[in-house]
């Protein structure tokens, strides 16, 4: 069958987790709001709204039988469906994501301090110095935790030869860090190389290639989750 996945049409954000599961696996799936626009999202949501359960926010999966809100819910359920979360460490995968998610949350606190309703320009003297307490010290801690993850089983990915949701998640957060904080991201290169090589082998795999270099793989820009502004950045 054919998922539909609504995500906002225009930036990577949340949905692209989704995404590079799909996508990486061969699984069939339409962009809905990408073919139809962020208008025909906007109407799909709120016709599901007031059935109490229906999605908070984007992103979502209508797989036919239920729809799936939620990144870490999401990959959970296409782990078991598709096999690529192995029942024994499917706990352990899910556990990684939830963790992804918390430093994704962290990331867009970064230049939305105040308030997530507030432009970034309303609020640069505290975005600067959520970054400058972010770079560092939340973004080793994180990364360390996920180097510690990526080199447990011998790599490439984090359960050895087979690659995962989880992986292709860090593939995605490591992208997003160096987007937003290049310098910063290359001072740390060197005690990372769990994660640098996991980010390699994800960017090597056929499918994943094919989809970095289509036009479905939308380009990082300052309207999505990972942001880069020069002023927030530094060694």
Not at 37 to 44: C, R, S, T, V
Not at 150 to 169: E, H, I, N
């Amino acid at each position: 069958m054919t998922y539909h996945l609504w995500y906002w049409p225009d930036i990577q954000g949340r949905g692209e987790f989704v995404r590079l599961a799909l996508e990486g696996a061969g699984i069939d799936y339409r962009d809905c709001a990408r073919l139809r626009g962020a208008e025909a999202l906007m109407h799909d949501l709120e016709a599901r709204a007031g059935s109490g359960r229906g999605p908070f926010a984007p992103p979502y999966l209508d797989t036919g039988d239920a729809v799936i809100a939620q990144v870490a819910n999401i990959l959970l359920f296409l782990g078991e469906r598709h096999d690529l979360a192995p029942a024994s460490d499917r706990l352990w995968l899910h556990q990684l994501q939830l963790t992804v998610a918390d430093c994704v949350a962290e990331v867009h606190n970064v230049h939305h301090p105040i308030g997530t309703g507030d432009y970034y320009e309303d609020q640069k003297p505290e975005a600067a110095r959520a970054a400058g307490q972010f770079r560092d010290e939340r973004m080793p801690k994180f990364l360390d935790h996920f180097e510690d993850a990526a080199r447990q089983a011998g790599g490439p990915f984090v359960l050895g030869d087979r690659w995962t949701y989880a992986d292709t998640s860090l593939f995605q957060l490591i992208e997003g860090l160096r987007y937003m904080f290049p310098q910063r991201m290359h001072t740390l290169a060197d005690e990372y190389p769990g994660l640098i090589g996991l980010r390699d082998a994800v960017a090597a795999l056929p499918r994943i290639a094919g989809y970095l270099a289509s036009e479905r793989r939308i380009a990082f820009n300052t309207d999505g989750i990972f942001r880069h502004y020069p002023e927030l950045d530094a060694a």
